[in-house]
């Protein structure tokens, strides 16, 4: 965003085009998602992923290629379906063709695999800095990864468990064949056709196969309400915290995950709090020889520092003194003559925060912050939401978590920069920081753990009378005539 704003002026002065740009991805996720669940179920899981690469790979051209601010906002809205319809598929897909006993191994993989494609695309961003047309570069190569799983995903067979739904038997023991060995095949069938055939006797009499039918039915039932409101709180609690599940408990994890998201945003918060009460002044003696490149709002009168400078306005920012940016600098008006006469001056160019020397801790933190969140809540509402659900709701219930994440990323996305602007980074952080807190109440209120149950044990949980989400469910042999048994956490 900092690349393309140097070459559009618009985004130079205009906050709320700016929050646009980046909020238009998760309002396509939103509209992705949502079509997802839908795919996932009439079509499939596999062309639902193909389906979403397209999408990817024409928003990736479309941006490397725009003219203006606005086509940029269109390639985002198709880079958007294509995130929308993946973030929902994918663990649902990789649950469906996985062994009960590493299914949740392979979900946080993927997981952890979009954190170091994060990682990647801030290396790759990197090296295309000091590129002619940098931004155009940055984004354009985004289609390549889109490409080469378009490609992969030619070669990888449909879900089994949807494939049998659609009475395509023989498609299925293959699949199941190259997935689990020898011994255990003929028992997976089995158990899936007692599965589907229990499933297909409940949907018989409502008519579910419309969207319609399987809303009122998937909300008519107390299992898929509570699983329903699970998943929700999870997917909205990923978004608002700001951003090993195989060893630890799913649930677990999660609440370690918040504990550690909201201890590393209360030290963000003090840490811009601390540089913001520290930086450098606004020197008259540095300002008066810039002449009409002044900030319009600035007052030679008034004690300023670089933070009052900077929210004085948009159009302000500050000009570092030469040789040392935590000495008085200039506030001036922000254009590009200003930039470019600032930078001939051997200074640093300030819009969007203050030198300072906390940078490092605030480094730390955010370091720290997103070790605590990506094992956690960054993978766990995503393994959460492939195992909560009945089969038969499974992809219309994840199309409304899904949908329940986009939108909260959305509200974040949005109003970010609005709020750091008016608030200020510490206060923005510490709200954050609060939200956080609240999340770790509500998901350990209503959460429930998951790891090592099959689906019909998730499901005979949540439909039992003695229902806890903050306490392990054992299932227990039906032959003691008891239902289910329960232990603390």
Known sequence: LLFIRDDFIELQKNTTLRETIVSMVVAGAIVGAGLGGWMNDRFGRRPSLIIADVLFLAGAAIMAFAPSPAVIIVGRVFVGLGVGMASMTAPLYISEVSPARIRGALVSTNGL??????????????????????????????????????????????????????????????????????????????????????????EGSIGEQSVFGKLKKAFGSKVVRRGLMAGVIVQVAQQFVGINTVMVGRRRLMLLSLVGIVVWLAVLGSTFLRAAHNAPPVSDVETRPFANQTCPEYNPNVHWSCMDCLRAASTCGFCAHEGNALRPGACLALNNETRGVCHADHREFYSEGCPNK???????????????????????????????????????????????????????????????????????????????????????????????????????????????????????APTKGREIGVAML
Not at 173 to 178: C, D, M, P
Not at 374 to 385: E, F
Request: aromatic residues 12%; charged residues 15%.
């Open 113 to 202: 695999l979009i954190t170091g494609g994060q990682f990647m695309a801030y290396l790759i961003n990197l090296a295309f800095t000091k590129v002619p047309g940098t931004w155009r570069w940055m984004l354009g190569i985004a289609g390549f990864p889109a490409l080469l799983q378009f490609i992969l995903m030619l070669t990888l067979p449909e879900s089994p468990r949807w494939l049998y739904r659609q009475g395509r038997k023989e498609e299925t023991a293959a699949i199941l064949r190259k997935i689990y060995p020898a011994n255990e095949v003929e028992e997976e069938i089995e158990s899936l056709r007692k599965l589907v055939e229990d499933e297909m006797v409940l």
């Open 358 to 476: 906390y940078g490092w801790l605030a480094l730390l933190a955010l370091a720290a912050y997103i070790v605590s969140y990506s094992p956690g809540m960054g993978t766990v509402p995503w393994i959460v939401n492939s195992e909560i659900y009945p089969l038969r709701f499974r992809g219309i219930c994840g199309g409304i978590a899904a949908v329940a994440n986009w939108v909260s990323n959305l509200i974040v996305t949005q109003t970010f920069l609005t709020l750091t602007k008016a608030l200020g980074s510490a206060a923005t952080f510490l709200l954050f920081c609060g939200v956080s807190f609240m999340a770790l109440i509500v998901v350990f209120l209503t959460v429930p753990e998951t790891k090592g149950l099959q689906f019909k044990e998730v499901e005979k949980m949540l439909g039992s009378k003695n229902y806890r989400p903050w306490k392990r469910y054992h299932p227990e």
